[in-house]
């Protein structure tokens, strides 16, 4: 399994646009490496949840043509950054997927979408994520490198965010006074 060391940044926070990041990566010398695509993800547990009460997570992901699978437990690591051990897998088919993981038990239990670009510098990835409830930058690499960057473009330690959409989509929902859907899909978004 692979160590995934990773923070969100929220734009929102420090008035920042999508479209002001785009400029500050390429600035910085990151090279896009895939434009902003749509992503489906799907959160699979037992029906008693017994993934997630270990801190382990099953997704099955859509992101344009691309089909994955990902595994994730937590890793070891501090409280800074959101650190996992996981293994990922490219897969053929998404349906042909959802029914395996169906036919042995699990479930669906969340569902999140986003369109994601995503940009490379040496070791780091940087992917900026538009969401149904907001814009994240999301840095991927070694804690050093992460900081550095996220400094360049004007965050501190004290930004960042080491929860996962789910959590972030519940705290939304209680912030904005909104009940709390299901699942955090766009309304209209044409891709089921």
């Excluded at 547990?45 to 993934?51: F, Y």
């Excluded at 501090?78 to 053929?92: F, N, P, Q």
Aim: glycine fraction near 8%; charge should be neutral.
């Amino acid at each position: 399994m692979a160590i995934e060391t990773e923070i969100k940044l929220a734009l929102e926070s420090k008035g920042l646009s999508t479209e002001d990041v785009t400029r500050r990566l390429i600035d910085l010398g990151f090279i896009e490496i895939s434009p902003g695509t749509f992503e489906d993800n799907l959160i699979f547990d037992s029906v008693k949840g017994s993934l997630a009460r270990q801190g382990k997570l099953l997704r099955l992901r859509r992101y344009g043509d691309k089909v994955s699978m990902t595994f994730k437990k937590p890793g070891k690591g501090g409280k800074d950054y959101k650190v996992r051990e996981e293994v990922e897998t490219e897969v053929l088919d998404m349906d042909s997927s959802r029914m395996i993981l169906q036919g042995i038990g699990l479930s669906v239990v969340y569902r999140y979408q986003k369109y994601r670009a995503e940009f490379r510098k040496a070791g780091l990835l940087a992917c900026l994520d538009n969401t149904p409830i907001g814009d994240f930058l999301e840095l991927e690499g070694e804690p050093r490198d992460i900081d550095r960057y996220a400094l360049k473009l004007g965050f501190r330690k004290t930004d960042y965010v080491t929860v996962s959409y789910r959590q972030l989509h519940k705290q939304w929902a209680e912030e904005t006074g909104k009940k709390w859907p299901r699942d955090m899909v766009f309304e209209k978004d044409g891709h089921d």
